[in-house]
């Protein structure tokens, strides 16, 4: 007893840091949207988004932990082209492509909109001077690592923690309304639609690549054992989704109840935003604005330097230097095109790229028991990308008929899940060829 509860203590410590990583401002954008959209769909709707939200961040986790903590290392278990094409693409997405960008519209989408007028809301330059001011402020801190960083990151994940509880008790005491009518694609396929919208929260992409800074961080307690690694991450990962299902709760019941009291938005910036200001004041505004600036400026400083770092090891013509330049002017540019827009360009890709990254993971869960065989993954994956390149197409519009055609078929299709079927057969057909291989 004594050793389990010394376990416990000694390691909540790397369950807050990776709950710390996963927190990053954007994952408060998306549940209280999907609340207001899922409406009396509610309970079935939270369901979809905590296995895409938590259930499937704590999976990449423990098959990145038992597979050394590296995702390119797991990634070339398929091919080594494949490992750098991919996890640069994990990488891209979760930096400079979507998860930068979308710090720095959240910070104004959240932190100064509800200060404007409506006039001024409409405007272009607001946005532009937040983004600029917020992204010079990036760039600094990444250039000058210190410990300030760190500093305000340990202060700011219980603050935002706070903040959050605290409008989640008003709202449970005190509801704004009661849940309206579910709305468009809620109405018929709940689940399979707020599945999909957990992907937006990138927390697959994200625990992919937190998994060797949580080994690292084993490392340094001394703990080298892969096998006590592997128990030490499952634990940190339970930690992390125990937080994490707390807030996507919390601001997902926030969002349901808000309707009557705020109206329907078409961003969960806007919602949170004003149901703060519903539930506690002008205060209620300026604390939860003041929070998730900060959040999000952490969050920003620590996608930027993970980037810059990966892309310098890849490209050494490339100093850290000059990539953080580049990807913050980048970023800057895609935070520009608004909250709204930057999640209608990001689905797409992530309509592709999640269900490759979701088989991945789940066979180098038990790819060791066949040896690693590269058929185990290479079928799959195959199979996979073919069916999530259209879901991709489909959702920016660029549907291709006989694509449509071939596909049609295949059971949850409709509900752009079509790829598990086939990842299921073709996952099993390599574990037999690799068997008949081996005899």
């Known amino acids: 007893m004594n050793n389990n509860k010394g376990f416990i203590?000694?390691?909540l410590a790397v369950g807050f840091m990776l709950f710390a990583l996963f927190l990053g401002a954007g994952n408060i954008i998306f549940p209280p949207i999907l609340g207001q959209q899922a409406g009396e769909s509610f309970l079935i709707s939270i369901i979809g988004f905590l296995i895409t939200g938590v259930g499937l961040p704590l999976v990449a986790i423990v098959a990145v932990a038992k597979n050394g903590g590296d995702l390119q290392i797991l990634a070339n278990r398929v091919h080594p082209k494949f490992g750098i094409i991919f996890t640069s693409i994990v990488y891209l997405s979760i930096g400079p492509f979507f998860a930068i960008p979308r710090t720095g519209a959240v910070s104004y989408n959240i932190g100064v909109t509800s200060f404007l007028t409506p006039a001024q809301q409409e405007s272009w330059v607001p946005l532009f001077i937040t983004t600029l001011i917020f992204f010079s402020l990036t760039l600094y801190l990444a250039f000058n690592p210190t410990k300030l960083v760190d500093r305000i990151g340990k202060i700011l994940t219980p603050a935002l923690l706070a903040v959050i509880l605290l409008l989640a008790l008003k709202a449970f005491i005190t509801p704004m309304g009661e849940f309206g009518e579910a709305q468009g694609k809620y109405i018929e396929n709940a689940f399979s639609e707020s599945f999909i919208q957990g992907y937006l929260t990138m927390d697959v992409l994200g625990a992919l690549v937190f998994g060797i800074v949580i080994v690292q961080a084993l490392q340094a307690r001394g703990i080298q054992s892969s096998a006590r690694q592997v128990k030490v991450s499952i634990f940190a990962g339970i930690v992390a989704a125990i937080g994490l299902s707390f807030v996507y709760v919390s601001l997902a019941y926030i969002g349901g109840t808000s309707p009557s009291a705020i109206g329907y938005f078409d961003?969960?910036?806007?919602i949170i935003a004003a149901s703060a200001k519903v539930l506690y004041g002008n205060a209620g505004s300026i604390i939860l604005s003041a929070t998730i600036i900060l959040a999000c400026l952490t969050t920003s400083v620590g996608l930027l330097s993970a980037n810059a770092s990966f892309f310098s090891r890849l490209f050494p013509k490339f100093s850290y230097q000059t990539l953080l330049i580049i990807f913050t002017l980048f970023s800057l540019a895609i935070a520009n095109v608004g909250l709204a827009k930057l999640i209608?360009?990001?689905l797409p890709v992530l309509l592709t790229i999640y269900p490759i990254?979701?088989?991945?993971m789940v066979i180098a869960l038990f790819s060791a028991r066949f040896?690693?065989?590269?058929?185990?993954?290479i079928l799959p994956l195959i199979v996979t990308a073919f069916v999530s390149l259209y879901d991709g197409l489909k959702q920016a519009g660029l549907e291709v008929t006989a694509y449509k055609n071939v596909l049609a078929y295949l059971p949850l299709q409709e509900q752009s899940l079509g790829w598990l079927i086939p990842a299921i057969i073709a996952t099993t057909i390599g574990i037999f060829f690799h068997l008949i291989s081996k005899k």
């Open 267 to 270: 961003d969960g910036g806007h």
């Open 9 to 11: 203590r000694e390691n």
């Open 357 to 360: 990254a979701i088989v991945l």
């Open 344 to 346: 209608s360009i990001s």
């Open 371 to 377: 040896n690693h065989a590269p058929i185990i993954y």
